[in-house]
């Protein structure tokens, strides 16, 4: 977890057993309902600013399998000047 987000679980690092990294996303918004309205928009779909990344790589599918020793990044929208 990083920046807001982090603040709002207030960890940077949970342990979640999930299938899909859609399934984490929904028992992460599930646990924390904060974070929820950050990562899912009022229909339910992925906010496009929300960006996921698997073992050190950014993923697009959110239905891409994870196994047990996946570690997933989840990184809010980022700015600078």
Do not use: Q
Request: aromatic share 8%; charged share 30%.
């Amino acid at each position: 977890m990083f920046a807001n987000f982090r603040e709002i679980v207030n960890k940077s690092e949970l342990l979640i057993e999930a299938c899909t990294v859609r399934d984490l996303l929904v028992k992460l918004s599930k646990r924390y309902p904060k974070l929820g309205e950050l990562i899912f928009d009022e229909k339910g779909n992925l906010r496009t600013y929300v960006n996921i990344a698997v073992n050190g790589e950014i993923v697009s599918d959110y239905d891409v399998e994870l196994d047990d020793d996946d570690v997933v990044a989840i990184f809010p929208p980022v700015s600078g000047g």
